[in-house]
């Protein structure tokens, strides 16, 4: 149980002056950026919590220019991650970027740039989940796991070869 007068009071942002409104919307979108969000997301908040127009191209620019949002460093940090930590194929973070309002350029720009590497995380993959590497039964589900997380059949009929290779000794 929360203690008396602990809990916050709504604002409604129209009974404030503009000064305050300005300073309400700027703590709310501060807020919002606490982790690292695109500027696509930012506009997309700011309009769901009903900050009006003329104000939210002036949030949007006081946090490009303190850089509290950068799509070309978010997409940099979000490959990296993608990569690494959540083994995403670059079909599936292009997906993802896109969806989070990254344009297509950057993301190519980016992708070209820090250059994943499609085999090495579907390799980590099957190493990761395949137990029985025998079993053509557990091979089929791989592979279809695997596709359906953005590999290309090449780089699939790649890894599992490779995987086999190493299970017999060659």
Same mark, same amino acid.
């Given at each position: 149980?929360?203690?008396?007068?602990?809990?916050?009071?709504?604002?409604?942002?129209?009974?404030?002056?503009?000064?305050?409104?300005?300073?309400?919307?700027?703590?709310?979108?501060?807020?919002?950026?606490?982790?690292?969000?695109?500027?696509?997301?930012?506009?997309?908040?700011?309009? $769901?919590?009903?900050?009006?127009?003329?104000?939210?191209?002036?949030?949007?620019?006081?946090?490009?220019?303190?850089?509290?949002?950068?799509?070309?460093?978010?997409?940099?940090?979000?490959?990296?991650?993608?990569?690494?930590?959540?083994?995403?194929?670059? $079909?599936?973070?292009?997906?993802?970027?896109?969806?989070?309002?990254?344009?297509?350029?950057?993301?190519?720009?980016?992708?070209?740039?820090?250059?994943?590497?499609?085999?090495?995380?579907?390799?980590?993959?099957?190493?990761? $989940?395949?137990?029985?590497?025998?079993?053509?039964?557990? $091979?089929?589900?791989?592979?279809?796991?695997?596709?359906?997380?953005?590999?290309?059949?090449?780089?699939?009929?790649?890894?599992?070869?490779?995987?086999?290779?190493?299970?017999?000794?060659?």
């Amino acid at each position: 149980m929360s203690a008396p007068g602990s809990r916050k009071r709504k604002v409604d942002p129209a009974l404030l002056s503009e000064e305050d409104r300005k300073e309400y919307f700027k703590n709310r979108m501060l807020y919002f950026l606490e982790r690292r969000k695109t500027l696509r997301e930012v506009q997309l908040y700011l309009a $769901r919590i009903h900050c009006p127009e003329e104000l939210q191209e002036e949030l949007l620019q006081f946090a490009v220019e303190y850089h509290f949002t950068d799509d070309e460093d978010y997409a940099r940090s979000f490959i990296t991650d993608s990569v690494h930590l959540r083994n995403r194929s670059r $079909r599936q973070i292009r997906y993802e970027l896109e969806q989070k309002g990254v344009s297509r350029d950057m993301i190519e720009r980016v992708l070209e740039e820090e250059n994943p590497d499609d085999a090495e995380t579907a390799a980590r993959l099957v190493q990761k $989940r395949l137990r029985q590497p025998e079993d053509p039964a557990a $091979r089929r589900k791989m592979a279809a796991y695997l596709a359906s997380h953005g590999f290309s059949y090449d780089i699939i009929r790649q890894v599992l070869k490779e995987d086999e290779e190493f299970e017999n000794g060659e």
